[in-house]
């Protein structure tokens, strides 16, 4: 089993800058892409961030150039420090990752999922 635990969010203002962590636990071999994604109220679940384990990123365009997903290989750990956070920042957020035990692969590991708020 493979597990994912956020942390980090919350209640921010306007202009305010948040930074999520999650760490995956469990047995693993290696881990691939690892990502962030959030769900608005009403809103289908979308693409935050996503990283390689080479480093490799990609943003969502909302996003670009306020938030940067980082990760720590030996920590199993994917971070994500946003940034200039207005109120269409405001969902839930998840944790992806992409995970090879030592006897299958996990493609489609999820967090619990971390609420932010952005509100004045």
């Known amino acids: 089993q493979v597990q994912l635990v956020e942390s980090g969010g919350g209640f921010v203002q306007p202009g305010g800058s948040l930074r999520l962590i999650c760490a995956a636990s469990g047995s693993i071999f290696r881990i691939n892409a690892m990502g962030w994604y959030r769900q608005a109220p009403g809103k289908q679940r979308e693409l935050v961030a996503v990283?390689?384990?080479?480093?490799?990123?990609n943003y969502a365009d909302p996003v670009k150039g306020r938030f940067t997903i980082s990760r720590d290989n030996a920590k199993n750990t994917v971070y994500l420090q946003m940034n200039s956070l207005d109120h269409e920042d405001t969902a839930v957020y998840y944790c992806?990752?992409?995970?090879?035990?030592?006897?299958?692969?996990?493609?489609?590991?999820w967090g619990q999922g971390t609420l932010i708020t952005v509100s004045s």
């Open positions: 992806n990752a992409d995970v090879l035990s030592i006897n299958r692969r996990y493609p489609a590991v």
């Open positions: 990283i390689t384990s080479g480093g490799s990123t």
